[in-house]
């Protein structure tokens, strides 16, 4: 599966953004989609995820309340409005897919899942 990012940008802080992730190449429906930011020099962080097919969805304890997830299958995309931002949410933010059913067929919670496929990353900065 191949993953595209795009939304990222410069915003004030207060600001709001919306990322989007558009998925091509397999079932959308097969995988949860999370979104992760990475910042020079330290660990990548889980942000959020999202399994469309049965409502799982995740958030760090970092931006709940401000960011909600979406996703609209029949555009083969996910959403990740971004809303009250502070400078430290400026990152790289990428998108990631993974299969949400396991090899046992066990369906994962979107927290669960192995993500394998990921986008090329879009950056947002937030700065006055």
Excluded at 4 to 30: I, K, M, Q
Excluded at 77 to 96: F, G, H, I, R
């Amino acid at each position: 599966v191949q993953l595209v990012e795009s939304g990222g940008g410069l915003v004030r802080p207060g600001g709001s953004l919306r990322l989007s992730c558009t998925a091509s190449g397999d079932d959308f429906d097969a995988y949860a989609i999370g979104w992760f930011r990475r910042v020079p020099g330290k660990a990548r962080e889980a942000v959020s995820c999202i399994s469309s097919a049965d409502g799982s969805i995740n958030y760090a304890d970092s931006v709940k309340d401000r960011f909600t997830i979406t996703s609209h299958s029949a555009k083969n995309t996910v959403y990740l409005q971004m809303n009250s931002l502070k400078p430290e949410d400026t990152a790289v933010y990428y998108c990631a897919a993974g299969a949400r059913i396991n090899e046992y067929d066990i369906v994962l919670p979107c927290a669960r899942v192995p993500f394998r496929f990921w986008g090329q990353g879009t950056p947002v900065t937030v700065s006055s």
